[in-house]
């Protein structure tokens, strides 16, 4: 399974971007898939999520502003990043929790990440 991100870079406050998350070996529509982002000198935190089934959750940080969807056809996960701040700087990953067994045990697989910068 691999996870390839793009779509960052840097964007002044008020801006947009997109991310986008290519996945191989594994269906995005199979697993439970989400963003993720790390601040500088910060741990990494859940951005938004997307389950199997499509149903959608969201860090209170971000609701309102960001977006997650999918791309069954293309395999892609995206999420669009509007109202950005320069809170939002970090380096943000793409996660799949891949289902390893019945039981529903899980591994967790990430990208290389991608870095956000919102400055003016």
């Known amino acids: 399974v691999q996870l390839v991100e793009s779509g960052g870079g840097l964007v002044q406050p008020g801006g947009s971007l997109r991310l986008s998350c290519a996945a191989s070996?594994?269906?995005?529509?199979?697993?439970?898939m989400g963003w993720y982002r790390q601040p500088p000198g910060k741990q990494r935190e859940l951005v938004a999520a997307?389950?199997?089934?499509?149903?959608?959750d969201y860090a209170d940080s971000v609701k309102g502003r960001f977006t997650i969807s999918n791309d069954v056809a293309k395999n892609m996960v995206y999420l669009q990043m509007n109202s950005l701040k320069p809170e939002d700087t970090a380096v943000y990953y793409c996660n799949a929790q891949i289902i390893v067994n019945v039981e529903g045990a899980t591994v967790d697989v990430w990208g290389q990440g991608t870095q956000v910068t919102v400055s003016s």
């Open positions: 070996g594994t269906r995005v529509s199979s697993n439970p």
């Open positions: 997307i389950s199997s089934g499509g149903s959608t």
